[in-house]
């Protein structure tokens, strides 16, 4: 463990010089850094006034992304206003920042030389992103009306899938063949110009004459080496390498599991071509981990943004599978209309069986797709996986029958009380197998776990539910 | 947009060197990087025999991480074996990246003694990492053995609540007073030991002589600057500062806003204190986009490796609250038990009404909880998500009224079609609202909505779904 580094400054300090603004300030952002409603609630009514200097005013001390935020929350029909109120500071950074359905709508709007214009400022992957959703024919308009050196990268980068680093990676980062010395780089970068140098790189990459990676630099090493020395005897030689082909999901792992800042991608045949920054990370990461719980819940994208319609095309097909489970548990039942005839008892409190077991399985459910995203369950533990959750589920059910079924006893029979322990005993071990097993056999069929596991899960807990508590009802000659 | 940045090899490169492995190799990992089942199983093997050396050859061309992903997979009984079989490469490095509960398993086996040389090696964020779940005697024991400056600083992350950025903060970082040039900071960490710098550090925070950070430099600015400029001529003011106080869940927040790769944590003065960098905010971003799924299931902390006991104590008291909830579901089904004796058919059918407006509720419940951790969701457009999920819910609940509706006309009768179509349009509409308005109310009450939203969302849709079949069944005059 090494002291926090302070240099010495009992030297004369500088005149103090003015000092800016702290980002987390009072007047325009809450505790967690959101923009306060009094702050946007005085930009529309600048917006309604139409008087666009007060509008230009309150945003100019604005970040980009706050900026980009304050599109967000404002209304649809309000945003081409504020854009026409601040054209000076409609930068590329803040574009970048909106998010994807605000970008697409915005973008819609503008004439293609525009939008080719903005794509112009921007890295090749934050060019890629306001690109990548638009129709292909207003795509290839863009695309018509830029430099062909740019039209070539970000062409190249859509040629890879989506979510791949391919298409996300930077295509701007410093490589130095492995002949150079700490001098030689430093005064390369001295004398590039700023627009021949990535906006922000962290690690010189090493190459070979065939530009494969042979290893790579953190900057503090370059700069705390003598002149003479060669990069190869600085740069580290174990490094990891993202394959261009590499899924998202996948790249964020190898960020978390390597703690990287960077990486270098690599094509087919080894050969150095783009770098994968911690900071695009972030976001992938967080997508990636945030999706589940939309995906698992049948919310698709689970944009806040999302039109209507798309939310409802991607919603309604999962509530639409839900009724055909719905179905299937109903016609469950139907086959002991019989008994319910004369035990209404056993329609009041067969559902709490089905529940049970469904947030039951929900949940072991939730921990398997969270451990395969995560790469923590593979092939070498999912024996162990399964008995863990047998065994969770086996305390679970055990807790939630006796307390049931000692209330049912006491306010309905005894014999009864029995059946609905049994059954809720049974449904909850069903429970946590189809928990683990569901998402488990998605993944080995090469599906994601977390699309279309709940469905199932749901339709075993449910059937199972009212199988076992009216089939056990019946054999034990309550009812029927 | 600029060009790839490679420099010129058309110099004679130097003789190839011996080439490293790829991290990515076939014979240990899976395409996914996991550790391959038969690389596992042959690790397994040895173990067993007792062959030491063959464990150590197997293991000993693992990166730190694998390793750690290797202790994961195995049995519990298995790791202390093969800890003892490696003890020259249970370095730091693989303790740090051991999963919260096996490190702890592991360090409660071993003499405070050892894992007070372990944490030393480690950088203060990593060694507090290791001792903040232990029992606080053994947190003691360990402190007590570990050098002053050391044990001053681990118990200085410890004063911070847990998940705050004063706890999971580098204390190594690089400041320089405003005086500075940028030959004087180059000087500075060329001649420094490499011990008195931080292992890994991205830019250079510029301090006043209250050390009160007033601008950042990336190192890449420091390079391309020439020795004489000051530092403050090439330091960027305006800089994202974290309290030490902010949450986890803000600091990742702040990285992705911002796409910070560090950034420096101010105490309650403003005084620089410590570091964040992005490889530690992709842990905590993934833990913490994660955790949703995990929380809104009510699967606790929904790690694989948590003791069986614990993982019972966090999921049962959800599915005791969910019999609560049931239990009310039932008492409503109860009031109409007259009228399911006279028709059956309402048993058969209700659970489906009930089922999808819980399915609904869910989707939107994820969509709110997602918008609201990612700071989407704010006071200033609550009003208007609401609007948008009731228009959602009212394509939903046509669409799927409809569908349910005809088929119970064309089975049943008509009459029950239209009641049973009514009742899902309601009780859809009901989930619409239910999953904005319980997690928003949640949050203004400065809770979790992911923790408890789900049990209340579930409750009023159950019992609106029972409440509004069978009460129309019985106003339409079809029994009871």
């Known amino acids: 463990m090494v002291d926090e580094t302070i240099l010495d400054d009992d030297a004369l300090a500088a005149p103090l010089e003015e000092r800016p603004d ?47 935020d304050l599109f967000e929350i404002l209304d649809a029909g309000d945003r081409p206003l504020l854009a026409a109120a601040i054209p000076d500071l409609m930068t590329g950074e803040v574009i970048a920042e909106l998010n994807d359905y605000v970008r697409d709508d915005m973008m819609e709007a503008l004439p293609p030389e525009a939008v080719a214009e903005i794509a112009e400022q921007l890295d090749t992957d934050d060019a890629v992103q306001l690109l990548e959703d638009l129709e292909p024919e207003d795509q290839a308009a863009i695309l018509a009306e830029m430099e062909p050196e740019d039209r070539a990268a970000i062409e190249s980068a859509l040629a890879y899938p989506e979510e791949t680093a391919g298409r996300l990676m930077s295509r701007e980062f410093v490589a130095a063949p492995e002949h150079m010395t700490v001098g030689d780089i430093i005064d390369y970068l001295r004398d590039a110009d700023a627009d021949e140098l990535p906006t922000e790189f962290w690690e010189v990459f090493v190459v070979d004459l065939a530009h494969k990676p042979v290893g790579t630099c953190q900057l503090s090493w370059i700069m705390r080496a003598p002149r003479s020395t060669p990069l190869v005897e600085v740069m580290k030689r174990d490094q990891t390498l993202i394959p261009v082909t590499m899924d998202q999901e996948e790249v964020g792992n190898m960020f978390q599991k390597y703690a990287l800042i960077s990486a270098a991608v690599v094509d087919e045949n080894g050969r150095l071509v783009g770098q994968m920054t911690a900071d695009d990370v972030v976001h992938i990461v967080s997508e990636e981990a945030g999706e589940d719980v939309l995906l698992l819940s049948g919310a698709g994208d689970g944009d806040i943004n999302e039109p209507i319609r798309d939310a409802y095309v991607a919603r309604v097909r999962w509530l639409v599978a839900n009724l055909g489970t719905a179905v299937v548990a109903s016609a469950i039942i139907a086959m002991f209309g019989a008994a319910i005839e004369q035990l209404v008892a056993l329609a009041v409190l067969m559902p709490i069986v089905a529940s049970i077991g469904g947030n039951a399985g929900t949940q072991t459910m939730a921990v398997t797709v969270r ?110």
């Open 22 to 68: 702290d980002r987390v300030d009072d007047e325009r952002h809450d505790e967690d850094n959101r923009l306060k409603p009094e702050f946007v609630r005085s930009v529309i009514d600048a917006l309604d006034d139409g008087d666009t200097g007060r509008v230009h005013n309150l945003v100019e001390p604005l970040h980009e992304a706050d900026v980009a």
């Open 371 to 480: 451990a395969i995203a995560m790469n923590q369950l593979t092939r070498a533990n999912t024996r162990r996986m399964i008995w863990r959750e047998l065994r969770v589920a086996l305390l679970n059910g055990a807790t939630v029958a006796v307390l049931i079924g000692v209330a049912v006893a006491l306010l309905f029979e005894p014999q009864l009380g029995g059946v609905i322990a049994a059954a809720m005993m049974i449904n909850i071990l069903v429970a946590g197998l189809a928990g683990v097993a569901v998402p488990v056999i998605f993944e080995r069929l090469d599906q994601d776990p977390a699309v279309a596991s709940s469905v199932f899960v749901t339709m075993i807990t449910d059937s199972m539910g009212f199988f076992a508590f009216l089939g056990l009802a019946v054999a034990a000659g309550l009812a029927g």
